[in-house]
């Protein structure tokens, strides 16, 4: 797939979007208290606070039916339903012509836009009190994220709205899926991708798991690398992510890492008026999966986004080392107090691994300003162990910054006609077609019936002809 921008509808690039940012954390996917956990498979669109509907509801039992009403749209049709939640859903599309600078398959996910729009969100900058609602942000970071493009971020190839109901996203498809999946009854994690998948070095000595469910170290260091230099992007563009987890990390072709979910990620737009109330990069809300929120972000003070995605990564980490996480509870009023209070702990498993030790522990600091940097993760010895031919390219590599304008923003979104304009016009042209058809098979019936008779009394005996 092309990494080169079009200027038409099917060259926008990015990152996946999906939920509003919002002061209420996302739901964690393992049990807690309230509310109760909805555990997503593999390309479930996660629902925390994002609203959505089937792309096209009238099609889901239709054969041949492409759940794509717009021409453009139409360039596609329907796979199958990849995943859905209370009020989203992704379905897997194919291209109806192959193009060689482009994948042939790709994922697409609807927003019901009236829903996003009854979202409204109140926060003071300064001394105006501001309200937005969840599309006026959706509308801000689609903008974003059309900008971006990065091997190890979900790509986002086209945004559709018809300005009425519907918002559809037409995104890359990962074909191996998250990279873990969330056991309720086990409460652990488990690999949903077999290690072949991915195009790590092979180990120069026997592949070493720590745990069961753990990835081989080999795997989980080729991981890493991609996720740390997709999050080193991200920064560098002032977008910190705020949701990272096993859950929202896929795996596409090749072996790729790529992180999707960018619906509580924040752009911190130095240039807005009255955008920074305290420091940049600096938040006073929470947001993301509470399992993996850093502490600092727990209390009533500002903090660093960016560095508390630094703890989110080192959490992803040792997910994907132990299938488990280090914090765990089902209350999250506890869950919160072991974050913040509780020192961590490492399986007995990794203690002969002091480099890996050492990075666990920097990334899981609880003193953000103790915490490993991104500069000091890509020259870690652990992470560059089998890799030492790229050590100089990896840790000096230049990050491509972008800007979004105003127009950008304007511009998010790609008008086409009302998809409810189109539903009407497609049944009105559906029984056009069926009185028309009905006509020609009667007049075909009646021609028919006029031939036979024809033909029959040309072979009439002649003393019953009459003249």
Not at 64 to 82: D, H, I, Q, R, T
Not at 179 to 208: E, K, R
Request: proline share 6%; with cysteine; aromatic share 8%.
């Amino acid at each position: 797939m092309s990494n080169k921008p079009d200027k038409s509808i099917k060259g926008f690039f990015g990152g996946l979007f999906k939920r509003k940012e919002s002061s209420v954390a996302a739901p964690p996917p393992m049990p807690v208290a309230a509310p109760k956990p909805v555990v997503a498979p593999a390309h479930v669109v996660s629902t925390g606070a994002s609203s959505g509907v089937c792309l096209s509801p009238q099609d889901d039992d239709n054969d041949a039916g492409s759940p794509c009403p717009s021409n453009v749209l139409a360039e596609f049709e329907f796979v199958k339903e990849l995943g859905k939640g209370a009020t989203a859903v992704v379905k897997l599309c194919r291209r109806k012509v192959h193009d060689n600078q482009k994948d042939d398959l790709v994922a697409m996910k609807e927003f019901k836009t009236s829903l996003l729009k009854k979202m409204k969100e109140f926060k003071r900058e300064g001394r105006r009190m501001i309200v937005s609602t969840a599309f006026d942000k959706v509308q801000i970071e689609i903008a974003i994220m059309k900008k971006l493009s990065h091997a190890n971020l979900v790509s986002l190839e086209a945004v559709l709205d018809d300005g009425d109901e519907q918002l559809v996203l037409v995104l890359e498809y990962a074909p191996y899926g998250q990279i873990m999946v969330w056991d309720a009854a086990q409460l652990s994690y488990v690999p949903s991708i077999d290690a072949h998948s991915f195009s790590a070095p092979a180990p120069t000595t026997p592949a070493v798991q720590l745990a069961k469910n753990g990835l081989p170290l080999h795997i989980a260091r080729k991981c890493f690398r991609e996720l740390l230099i997709g999050l080193e992007y991200l920064h560098t563009n002032d977008i910190c992510h705020r949701d990272l987890k096993p859950e929202n990390i896929l795996v596409g072709n090749q072996g790729t890492v790529k992180i999707a979910d960018f619906g509580v990620a924040h752009f911190f737009d130095d240039k807005a008026p009255a955008a920074q109330p305290v420091a940049h990069g600096y938040l006073t809300n929470s947001a993301g999966t509470y399992a993996y929120m850093a502490p600092e972000s727990m209390a009533s003070e500002p903090y660093s986004a960016f560095v508390a995605d630094i703890w989110a990564l080192g959490i992803t980490l040792y997910a994907m080392l132990f299938g488990s996480l280090p914090y765990f509870s089902a209350e999250v009023t506890e869950l919160f107090d072991m974050i913040q209070n509780n020192p961590i702990t490492l399986p007995n498993a990794v203690q002969a691994h002091l480099e890996l030790t050492s990075l666990l522990l920097g990334l899981l600091e609880k003193d953000p300003a103790k915490r490993l940097t991104i500069t000091e993760m890509k020259r870690h010895p652990w992470v560059n162990r089998g890799y030492e031919s790229q050590r100089e390219d990896f840790q000096s590599q230049q990050i491509e910054t972008v800007e979004v304008s105003a127009d950008d923003i304007q511009n998010a979104f790609t008008r086409i006609p009302s998809m409810a304009a189109l539903t009407r016009m497609k049944i009105s042209s559906n029984k056009w077609a069926n009185n028309a058809r009905k006509a020609v098979k009667e007049k075909e019936l009646i021609k028919q019936a006029s031939s036979a008779s024809s033909n029959s009394g040309d072979t009439k005996p002649e003393s019953t002809k009459t003249a």
